[in-house]
Each structure stands twice: as structure tokens, then as C-alpha cells.
């Protein structure tokens, strides 16, 4: 029997597992999508733009741990993935992206929505294919899924020409071995492990900071039982919230340039930081040499590039998390490597820090943004999966909603990408159909993707969007006020626009709260309502993030606004 | 940290895009590449790569992590620090009339070159040997009025 390009497609697509794919479709994948119509047990959602397709995927990876899967035609459908795919690729999240192409014999020939995707998305994801043989079709898609998912994960993206899916095959022919050149050697770890243990052992003030890479290696149940065996506290960057759980006794909040004053001044002045998943973004280490000055550092990694890149490592273990933890427990054999004596006056030490400047903020006749987030975590329980924006909103997001469980909390790190969340939330809510997925947004980034309203509806997935409205893009706009003598310029948004009658021409419900005492209800009837839900919170105008470490200064040197309780 | 030049021998699969790959590597992270040369291996699905640049040792394991990071390379490895012969090819067109044939003769036979073609007064010559040699002989044949050459990038074994 012949099979069809699109048919061995959607034949590999199967062998992966795929359920569900984000896309839109054109005139080089239009052979694919006839397939598709053919096609049971694959669900694809129709978004708006293509951005909305690829940051739904990334969306759907997050809360899943599956590679999400996006497909989109040649030429603009293509390039308009890019960002996506850059986003993807800073925060290390599998996701697989189908591109169609001109069919082969155009190719080069500027035909009609050309584009050389692979030329233009070799810097920013891990790989890339562009389909050259029918034969080789089935294999790329193996290929691709495997690169995705193993190692540091990325986005892969594979080009599939025209005359490709219009081509057939025996399906005799039809071999999907997967065909790639040996990894690199792994590097035995248990040398290094010994060394972190033995370091382990004479610290005194340890703290554990956690990443992506603890989420990303399901390595959260292993960090919590070390953390308890050395009696630490635990930090960690934006990415690697929920790998430790938020209203634990020794978690000490996000850290760096929006950390708490607790988690900055903690690693400043640790003796020992171990590293578990992370690369010490800028955002994180602010100044490099002024980074953990006191401490020894173990950093672990699965991706050796990440290590000594920006911080110098003491002993680094490159490494999944989940083994290293494991390897390090087993090597310790169940005995406790620092004790609660041990660990005890610098746990108090970092109780002092904690009640001198906890997170907080003044109450004022205005809604505060923060309180928004509050009474959001307090509704919901902790339970919901929160995605946000990129800016304020994303900050007060992550000080504010307490994450207990692993990939509760979806947002754009590495790259910032704005226009983020709500793609990223139709992407989790179609992943976990009965979850309260809340998409929390500022007043400009929401206008970046806004159109996936739109999705939202025609599939009626019931996400709630919560805009901090201060009519400014507020994060520039702090900037502009600490740093640029209060020039706001183009920061201003000023608008007439509804977003509560945009979210009924969307066909979603829209709400709004203008005064404090009108939060609660409205957050209530929102999160209530089982359908697309935009809440528009019209908050202080020229609300601060605090801490805030001013750019390029050491992590200790934060400006705190009204945070400092007492003096310290 | 002192800053040498160094030889990095990269073996990868003999694909249209690895190349770009690889030089996008270098100017995407910031690394130069002094010079480059690349042919297929025995095996005709691998190829390889050889690439001269400089940096000092942080710099050249950072590149080294990085190329190890593409699928489509297999094998990264420095030879720096093993002192292999390095050698390298110029051909060079010049004008070969009875005055100057004797002295480019001289210099063709000190560095064990040989002279490939000849006709209507122009010759081209074939120089193989260490980067250092091939730029004197370069400079001394420069003298004698070269009308263009080509040069490759070093290999090693």
C-alpha cells in the first residue's frame, strides 16, 4: 500500500504519542490538512496567529512535560513562529514545530511564501530539518520528538516542502529508525559528587538554588529530600518556581534582580550555593563579581555549556538533576549530611532577614496590583496553573501567588517574551481540561496576543485573564522613573480601550474592578464563570516593583521602597 | 589568561547545513574563526572540519562545549596542545619570464613547491608547508610581483 507524505506524517505523529496539535493552516500544508480532516484521535486547535500556535505548544509542554507540537504553513506562517521558538529555546521547553515549504524544486527560487526557516531558526532552536526525501520523511519526525525531549530539551523544528507531503511512499519502503550521531560521552559524576559531599559536610550556611532544570528533569521530590538532608534553604530563579514549594518553612522566594531581600541577602552570604539546574541568568546574578562572594558553589547541569559560562564552579556535576540528587543521596546512604543544629543559627539568621523586609506593599484607595495576586492566590487556593506576561505583571505574579506544585507557574524567562501568557494558557488549560488556568497580564502585553481570545472561545476553554491595568507598560515605565529622571517616554498607553466589551465582541465574558473592595468579587464571579473570562483591574498607575537590584549592581544593593520593616 | 592560536578538529555529518552551522556557531557566540577547511572522511556520511582560531583556554573550551552541543556534530577535539605538524596550500599565478624564473625557481625548491602549469609567460605555483613558511615564501615571491593566489586554511592530522 502507498502512503502519502501527510499520511507517514501523521503516522510518525502517532508513534510519538501526539494528541494534540496548535495550528493554522495555508497553502503548503494544505495536502496535510486534507490528511488531518481524515485523521481521528488528533485534535488540532485553530489559533488566530501562528505566534499563538507555537507559545500555545510551549504552553502545553510546560504543564504536561510533553513535547508540544505546532504546525503552520511556509513563508509568514513560518517566520511568524520565530519568537516562539526563540522563547522555547531560552527556557529549554520540548516542543516540536512543523513548518510547511515551497515544494522542493522552488525552493531557492523566491516562489510565492518562500522562506529559508531553517537558515532563519538555526541560532535559536536546538535543530533543525528541512525534508529533502519522502523516504527520510518518517525518520525526521522520530528524529526531531527525540531531540526535542532528551538532554537539554529545545524546539526542533522540521520543514516539510509541498511536493514532499504530496509524494508517496511503500509503505514497505516506510523505515522510521532514528538515525542520529552518538551524544557526546557523559562525564562519570561520582568524583564530583564526593567532592560536593565533602563540602557539603563542612558548610554552615548552605543554600540550594533551584531552575528550570529541576521542573524540566522532575527532579522536585529528590531537591526536597535533599534539602531536607542538609537542612538548607532553597531559592530559586523565575523558571525554577514550584520545583521547591512555596509556603515551605525554608523557601526564601525568587531571587535576583525582583527577588526577595531574603533570597538575595541569603546567597550573598552563604557559604556553600548549590546550583541545581540553573545558568545564572544576568537577571539573577546581577553583577558577576559580586555574586555568593563567600561561597563555594556546586553547580549542577545537564548541559555543560551552562557551567562556568557566567559563575565559576567549585565542583560542577554535569548532569541531569533528578540522577545527581539521587547520586548524591545515595552516595551520603541515608544519613543526614547537615543537621537542624548545624544549619540553626543561619536559619535564624534568615528569619532576621525575612521579618525585616518581607514582601509587601502599602494599601492605598486605589487597587494595588500585589493585592490583586493576593486575593488571586487566596481564592484559588495555590491550586490554579498560573501563565503571565512578561513585565510587572510577571514579577508581582511570581512574589505574590505561592507555587506548591511543579509546573503550576508558566511564564516567559530567558527571552521576555510579552504576548506570552494567554497563548500559553490555552495551551495548559487544553492540557488539563478541569484546571483553573489564569493568565496574568498587564495592560500592553495582553494586546500582543489578544486575538487567541478568540481561540479561547471557539473551543470554550475556560481561561480567566487577569489584567493589572495601570495604563502604562509599567516595568519600562520603573525604568524610566528610577533611572531616566521620570522621562516617560512612549510608556504611556494612553487608551480608550474596553477591555471589557473586547472580551464580549471576542464572545468571552468581560469584567472589571476599579476600587479595592470590588477585587474580590470580581475575581470571584470570574473564576466561577466556566467560561473565557477577562478581568480588567484598573490599578495604581505608578505601582514599583520591589526589591528591585539596580542594573548592574550586587545582588545586596536592592532598592526596597517602603519594604524595610525595621532596621536590620 | 594568555590567548594562543589553537586548532580545533570537528568531526560531523557530511550535510548541506552543517557547515553553517558551525561557522553560525562561532559568529553567534562571539568566537572568530581564522581559518577553516572542511572535506569529507572516509566514511563519506562524516566530514571534517578543521578550524584555526584564537582565545585563551576558557575561550577554546566554551567553543568546544558549544560546537559538542549540535546534533549533527560527533566529535570536537582540540589539538593545540598535541603540537601536530600543521600545513597549509597556496597556489600562486605569477609572471615566469627568463629574469625572475631563476630566483622563483630558488624559492619554489627551498620550500619543496612545485610549479603546476605554465604558459604565455605565466606560471602557477604549488606551495605546501607551515603557515610561517608559506608566509615568507609569500613575501619573498610578493617581491617578484605575484598577480594572485589563493591560500587554504591549516590541516593536521
Given at each position: 500500500m502507498k502512503l502519502t507524505g501527510s499520511q507517514i506524517l501523521f503516522k510518525a505523529l502517532r508513534e510519538e504519542k501526539v494528541d494534540t496539535i496548535f495550528g493554522y493552516p495555508g497553502g503548503s500544508v494544505i495536502d496535510l490538512y486534507d490528511e488531518l480532516f481524515h485523521q481521528e484521535g488528533i485534535k488540532h486547535y485553530l489559533v488566530r496567529h501562528e505566534q499563538g500556535a507555537v507559545h500555545a505548544a510551549d504552553g502545553y509542554a510546560r504543564a504536561t512535560g510533553k513535547v508540544g507540537v505546532c504546525l503552520v504553513t511556509s513563508g509568514p506562517g513560518a517566520t511568524n513562529t520565530v519568537t516562539g521558538i526563540a522563547n522555547a529555546y531560552a527556557d529549554s521547553i520540548p516542543i516540536v514545530i512543523l513548518t510547511g515549504q515551497v515544494p522542493t524544486h522552488m525552493?531557492?527560487?523566491?516562489?510565492?511564501?518562500?522562506?529559508?526557516i531553517t537558515g532563519i531558526t538555526r541560532p535559536c532552536s536546538k535543530h533543525n530539518f528541512l525534508v529533502r526525501k519522502i523516504d527520510d520523511l518518517g525518520r525526521t519526525i522520530r528524529e526531531a520528538f527525540y531531540i526535542a525531549h532528551s538532554g537539554r530539551p529545545g524546539p526542533v523544528l522540521v520543514d516539510i516542502p509541498k511536493d514532499i507531503l504530496q509524494g508517496t511512499l511503500e509503505e514497505t519502503e516506510l523505515f522510521m529508525e532514528i538515525h542520529l550521531p552518538p551524544e557526546p560521552p557523559k562525564e562519570p559524576i561520582d568524583e564530583a559528587c564526593a567532592a560536593a559531599l565533602t563540602m557539603i559536610r563542612t558548610a554552615r550556611k548552605p543554600v540550594i538554588f533551584a531552575g528550570g532544570g529541576v521542573l524540566r528533569g522532575k527532579a522536585v521530590s529528590e531537591l526536597m529530600t535533599f534539602a531536607n538532608c542538609i537542612h538548607a534553604p532553597v531559592t530559586a530563579s523565575l523558571m525554577g518556581l514550584?520545583?521547591?514549594?512555596?509556603?515551605?518553612?525554608r523557601w526564601l522566594g525568587m531571587l535576583g534582580m525582583h527577588g526577595t531581600y531574603y533570597a538575595n541577602m541569603a546567597v550573598s552570604h552563604c557559604d556553600l550555593l548549590i546550583a541545581?539546574?540553573?545558568?545564572?541568568d544576568d537577571r539573577v546574578t546581577s553583577k558577576v563579581a559580586e555574586f555568593a562572594p563567600h561561597a563555594k558553589i556546586i553547580h549542577i547541569d545537564?548541559?555543560?555549556?551552562?557551567?562556568?559560562?557566567?559563575v565559576k564552579s567549585h565542583v560542577s556535576i554535569i548532569s541531569d538533576c533528578r540522577e545527581a540528587l539521587h547520586r548524591l543521596l545515595s552516595m551520603a546512604g541515608g544519613?543526614?549530611?547537615?543537621s537542624a543544629d548545624q544549619t540553626r543559627e543561619w536559619l535564624e539568621q534568615i528569619e532576621k532577614w525575612k521579618k525585616a523586609v518581607p514582601l509587601s506593599y502599602c494599601r492605598s484607595a486605589k487597587i494595588k496590583p500585589q493585592y490583586v495576586i493576593e486575593k488571586l492566590y487566596e481564592l484559588t487556593r495555590g491550586e490554579a496553573i498560573i501563565t503571565t506576561e512578561v513585565g510587572q505583571n510577571q514579577m508581582w505574579a511570581a512574589q505574590f501567588y505561592r507555587f506548591?506544585?511543579?509546573?503550576?507557574f508558566i511564564s516567559s524567562g530567558g527571552?521576555?517574551?510579552?504576548?506570552?501568557?494567554l497563548p500559553a494558557a490555552i495551551g495548559a488549560q487544553v492540557a488539563f481540561p478541569d484546571r483553573l488556568v489564569v493568565d496574568i497580564a498587564g495592560d500592553g502585553s495582553i494586546?500582543?496576543?489578544?486575538?487567541e481570545l478568540a481561540t479561547a472561545v471557539h473551543y470554550n476553554l475556560p481561561v480567566k485573564v487577569v489584567i493589572l491595568n495601570n495604563g502604562f507598560l509599567g516595568m519600562v515605565r520603573q525604568w524610566q522613573e528610577m533611572f531616566?529622571?521620570?522621562?516617560y517616554s512612549q510608556t504611556?498607553?494612553?487608551?480608550?480601550?474596553d477591555f471589557v466589551k473586547l472580551a464580549e465582541a471576542f464572545g468571552a465574558v468581560g469584567l472589571r474592578a476599579t476600587k479595592p473592595e470590588e477585587v474580590e468579587e470580581v475575581l470571584r464571579k470570574g473564576l466561577e464563570t466556566p467560561r473565557a473570562v477577562m478581568m480588567d483591574f484598573h490599578v495604581e498607575p505608578e505601582e514599583q516593583v520591589y526589591p528591585m537590584v539596580s542594573?548592574?549592581?550586587?545582588?545586596?544593593?536592592?532598592?526596597?521602597g517602603n519594604l524595610r520593616r525595621d532596621a536590620d | 589568561m594568555e590567548i594562543k592560536k589553537s586548532v580545533i578538529s570537528i568531526l560531523a555529518s557530511?550535510?548541506?547545513?552543517v557547515l553553517a552551522r558551525i561557522a553560525g556557531t562561532f559568529s553567534g557566540r562571539g568566537f572568530n574563526i581564522d581559518s577553516i577547511t572542511a572535506n569529507v572522511t572516509g566514511n563519506p556520511r562524516i566530514t571534517r572540519i578543521i578550524i584555526t582560531t584564537q582565545g585563551n583556554q576558557d575561550t577554546i573550551i566554551k567553543i568546544e562545549k558549544e560546537l559538542n552541543r549540535?546534533?549533527?556534530?560527533?566529535q570536537v577535539t582540540d589539538?593545540?596542545?598535541?603540537d601536530l605538524p600543521l600545513r597549509e596550500m597556496i597556489l600562486i599565478r605569477m609572471p615566469m619570464t627568463g629574469e625572475n624564473h631563476e630566483k622563483i625557481m630558488e624559492i619554489v625548491d627551498r620550500y619543496h613547491g612545485e610549479v603546476i602549469e605554465t604558459g604565455s609567460g605565466y606560471g602557477i605555483l604549488e606551495l605546501t608547508g607551515k603557515k610561517e613558511d608559506m608566509d615568507n615564501a609569500l613575501s619573498s615571491l610578493e617581491l617578484l610581483g605575484i598577480d594572485d593566489f589563493v591560500r587554504t586554511g591549516s590541516v593536521t592530522l
Open positions: 525552493i531557492g527560487k523566491d516562489a510565492f511564501q518562500e522562506v529559508d514550584g520545583a521547591f514549594p512555596g509556603t515551605h518553612p541545581v539546574g540553573v545558568r545564572f545537564i548541559d555543560p555549556v551552562s557551567i562556568n559560562k557566567i544519613e543526614v549530611l547537615l506548591d506544585h511543579p509546573d503550576t527571552l521576555g517574551t510579552m504576548g506570552f501568557g494586546q500582543m496576543n489578544i486575538q531616566y529622571g521620570r522621562r504611556e498607553m494612553k487608551q480608550a480601550l542594573p548592574g549592581a550586587g545582588l545586596t544593593d536592592m532598592k526596597l | 557530511n550535510k548541506p547545513d549540535l546534533v549533527d556534530v560527533h589539538l593545540t596542545s598535541l
